[in-house]
């Protein structure tokens, strides 16, 4: 299924007044915010999302897909889920190698056509996990002893290449260990909508626009600055940095020189 | 009326699940009972947070899935007046599970405690499964893990619920509402297993001479018995009875029904 389009229409909040918009449009390859205190109902957004509501959560909130509802079997069938979760705690339970346990995941997902297409497959989705880590992964590395960053890595791969849900929900992503921006812009690169929460400046300011929770509403929505985009590609710049310094003192290297001249990673936008 | 039973292995969720179900089922009129084997509190959590007529069941001496099925006709009967009666198992038998086929069994199935291939009835047998703590791992292992449920519960629909966050408590909600009222005689899902050997009979040595024996006297005995399970003995049910008279605790003359008493 091809998605262009994703609608919001306004819900209420915890004392039940109508939220202030009529409806908010996002367009395939955005990337949306959003922010708020905690119980401000960021979690709940996420959750009319996912569920992509027609008014039975307690929001009330309606969220169409291409301006129409979406049949039950594409929010819950795994083979052909249009929504991806990538949440806080990416931790595995299984005991095997990466590599196998991609290729299980490429079978149930349903994209297992030849021996020699999943291997590729496998092959890929390691490579570019490598490019968003410091720290390598090797196919035959077991799950069990990847760390923070190389999970977050496999799993950002995964969800790019495996999973190919069109929209991604992502639940306040740790950037250590990972190149965080570079990891987002492998999910857009694929014309996903991305929904992020998160108050990491890396990525809140390179979004399309925020939403701003307030009392379980949306109450206001910022279009995303091009000063903030800059603010943004530094913040980027200066955290790559730090990876790649603790690369050099994980190799048992000497750090003689202090770079101060940033190279905007992500090119203009 | 209208019944839910909710199993699943201890410290799956059962609880947390039930409530935030209960939170989308406030117009309707419900009891709640727990089954455990030794002890349990969470009859006074429900009854804190929503008021209801709660109970517990404790099983004691026997499984207490079979415990269970003696017990929910009398629970039915009690409290014919309500809406829905919500019952929480022990989920200590994977095998048991007193599922029944007039109401709904939801499996609350932990993500966290193994393959789903290895579980019994508990999880083939049931209507809906509801799949809890996948906020703990990733979206491919929840995706395999969903897969792997759906080759052992092949009728059964599948949902992701959280015990923290309410997660698919509607979901649920939703099937409770569009469950058959039952009515007439409950029937079991799948038959349960018997009791075959004179460690059922409470004999604790091992020794296949003594198991036997024990065996062939509760056999002996429960063939007299009327096994109504009726309670007047003192005793939950016959075959903690015959536990007793074994281990010599009672006379057998206790149970009044019991047919060619000495004398
Ligand atoms: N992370 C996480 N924890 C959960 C979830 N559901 C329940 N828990 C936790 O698991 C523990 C056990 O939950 P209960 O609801 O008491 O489990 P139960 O199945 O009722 O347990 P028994 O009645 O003793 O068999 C509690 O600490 C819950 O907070 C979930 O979806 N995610
Ligand atoms: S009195 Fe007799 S029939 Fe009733 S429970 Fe006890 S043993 Fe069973
Ligand atoms: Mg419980
Ligand atoms: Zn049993
Ligand atoms: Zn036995």
Redo the contacts between chains.
């Keep these: 299924m091809k998605i262009k389009k994703i609608t919001i229409f306004s819900g209420r909040n915890k004392q039940g007044e109508k939220e202030s918009f009529e409806k908010i449009e996002i367009l395939a390859g955005q990337k949306i915010g959003i922010v708020g205190p905690t119980g401000s109902g960021k979690s709940q957004l996420l959750y009319d999302i996912e569920k992509l509501s027609q008014g039975e959560t307690k929001t009330l909130r309606k969220i169409l897909i291409n301006d129409n509802k979406v049949q039950k079997d594409l929010r819950t069938d795994p083979a052909r889920k249009i929504i991806g979760y990538l949440t806080q705690h990416m931790n595995f339970m299984t005991d095997t190698t990466v590599q196998n346990f991609l290729e299980i995941h490429i079978m149930t997902r349903g994209r297992h056509r030849s021996e020699e297409s999943t291997k590729e497959l496998v092959e890929k989705i390691i490579d570019s996990a490598n490019t968003i880590t410091g720290e390598e992964i090797s196919k035959n590395t077991n799950l069990l002893i990847l760390s923070g960053g190389q999970s977050r890595a496999l799993m950002v791969a995964d969800l790019a290449y495996v999973s190919e849900s069109p929209i991604i929900l992502i639940d306040e992503i740790e950037n250590a260990g990972i190149r965080i921006k570079e990891a987002l812009d492998l999910l857009i690169k694929k014309g996903k909508i991305i929904f992020l929460v998160t108050h990491n400046p890396i990525l809140a300011l390179d979004t399309d626009k925020r939403l701003v929770m307030k009392k379980g509403a949306i109450s206001n929505i910022i279009y995303t600055s091009v000063k903030e985009r800059g603010i943004a590609n530094y913040l980027s710049w200066i955290n790559n940095y730090l990876l790649n310094v603790r690369e050099e003192v994980r190799k048992g290297k000497k750090v003689e020189e202090l770079r101060l001249i940033c190279t905007p990673v992500g090119g203009e936008k | 009326m209208k019944m839910v039973i909710f199993g699943g292995t201890p410290g799956s969720g059962k609880t947390s699940v039930i409530k935030f179900v209960m939170q989308e089922l406030k117009d309707l009129s419900i009891h709640y009972a727990k089954f455990d084997v030794l002890t349990t509190e969470d009859h006074l959590l429900i009854k804190d947070k929503f008021e209801i007529s709660t109970e517990k069941k404790i099983s004691g001496e026997i499984c207490p899935d079979h415990y269970a099925a003696l017990e929910i006709p009398k629970i039915v009967e009690k409290h014919k007046n309500k809406d829905l009666i919500i019952i929480e198992t022990a989920g200590l038998c994977l095998r048991c599970s007193p599922y029944i086929n007039e109401g709904l069994a939801i499996n609350i199935l932990n993500i966290?405690a193994g393959k789903p291939s290895s579980y019994g009835p508990l999880l083939t047998h049931a209507d809906l499964v509801a799949i809890t703590k996948g906020?703990?791992?990733?979206?491919?292992?929840r995706?395999?893990f969903?897969?792997e449920v759906l080759k052992v519960a092949r009728n059964a629909s599948?949902i992701e619920a959280n015990g923290l966050?309410g997660?698919g408590a509607?979901d649920i909600a939703e099937a409770i509402k569009e469950s058959p009222e039952i009515k007439g005689k409950l029937t079991l899902k799948h038959s349960m297993p018997t009791a075959v050997c004179g460690y059922c009979y409470g004999n604790k040595t091992i020794d296949s001479e003594k198991t036997l024996k024990r065996y062939s006297l509760g056999k002996e005995l429960k063939a007299r018995i009327p096994n109504l399970n009726c309670g007047k003995c003192g005793f939950k049910s016959c075959n903690e009875f015959i536990r007793a008279v074994l281990d010599k605790k009672v006379n057998e003359d206790t149970c009044p029904y019991l047919e060619g008493k000495k004398g």
């Design positions: 966290l906020d703990l791992i990733s979206q491919a292992e995706e395999i969903r897969s599948i966050t997660e509607i």
